[in-house]
């Protein structure tokens, strides 16, 4: 069977180089969804060209560290700073998350940050996180049912097997092998949750061994591998000229806006789709 295959951007919202970037490989490219911080400096923005264009899927990209709340600074004080900033140190970050006396906060900033989405009129295509702490226990727990109650078809669990991002590039091993151990375990464990409140999970979900170096050449070498039934690939993309080292960096746009790698799709018979195309299969 052809693969269904969800190309996911993260990170809408953050700047207006970013929306642009997501707005163009949708347009002209492969994308089909994008995943947005509704508490980024651009979400204005990001809101308009999404209510404008209805064929693009959007989701939430749940922000827990280096970002800002939605919910007032007062209201964290065990998870941001006084000027709403959470942590830039994912470690720091799920520290904070995982102290029991932060939970009632937790529940108030992720019902704050879902409301916020509701609120734009957009349907919530999926559910994901920055730096992927939506997989964190603590987070996962509360996010689940609130995910649900706000209409969510999808989550995405971040399962980029090592072996294979290795065989494509060896550089960063001892944070690719960090990444599939940590993310590999929480996935599992997640998964039978996930499936069972209902919500749609790719089988594989690519993008984390890569993240900030997805080009033309290894999408090509992703869709020649493609072997699950239901996959995402997810990207950083932007037309911005400054580079981050896991994202977003301008030749992930270019990747998405490949005549090669969109004659890769149709060579190998996957079928672009969201999450709620996942979900109606």
């Given amino acids: 069977m052809p693969t269904a295959l969800i190309v996911n951007a993260d990170d809408f919202g953050r700047s207006p180089e970013i929306n642009a970037a997501v707005l163009a490989a949708h347009r002209e490219g492969i994308l089909t969804s994008a995943s947005l911080m509704v508490t980024g400096a651009a979400s204005a923005e990001a809101v308009a060209m999404a209510r404008a264009t209805p064929s693009l899927a959007v989701g939430l990209h749940l922000v827990l560290v280096a970002g800002r709340s939605a919910a007032a600074p007062a209201e964290l004080p065990r998870l941001v700073d006084a000027a709403g900033r959470f942590a830039d ?26 409301t916020r989405f509701t609120a734009t009129g957009l349907p919530l295509s999926h559910v994901d996180g920055h730096l992927h702490l939506h997989t964190h226990p603590a987070v996962l727990e509360i996010l689940l049912p609130l995910a649900v109650r706000h209409g969510a078809r999808g989550l995405r669990l971040p399962r980029d097997p090592l072996r294979a991002g290795l065989a494509w590039d060896r550089s960063r091993l001892l944070q690719k092998a960090g990444w599939a151990l940590a993310f590999g375990f929480l996935s599992r464990r997640a998964a039978p949750r996930v499936r069972a409140a209902g919500l749609a999970v790719p089988e594989r979900t690519h993008g984390l061994m890569q993240s900030g170096a997805m080009c033309e050449a290894y999408l090509l070498h992703l869709l020649d591998h493609l072997e699950s039934a239901t996959a995402e690939i ?3 993309p932007t037309r911005g000229d400054r580079l981050e080292a896991l994202g977003p960096n301008p030749h992930e746009l270019a990747a998405l806006l490949s005549p090669r790698v969109r004659e890769r799709i149709a060579e190998r018979g996957a079928r672009l789709t969201t999450y709620a195309g996942l979900v109606a299969r």
């Fill in 89 to 114: 140190d994912p470690v720091v970050a799920g520290l904070r998350l995982a102290r029991p006396s932060a939970r009632r906060e937790l529940e108030r900033e992720i019902a704050a940050q879902l």
């Fill in 234 to 236: 997810y990207l950083h």
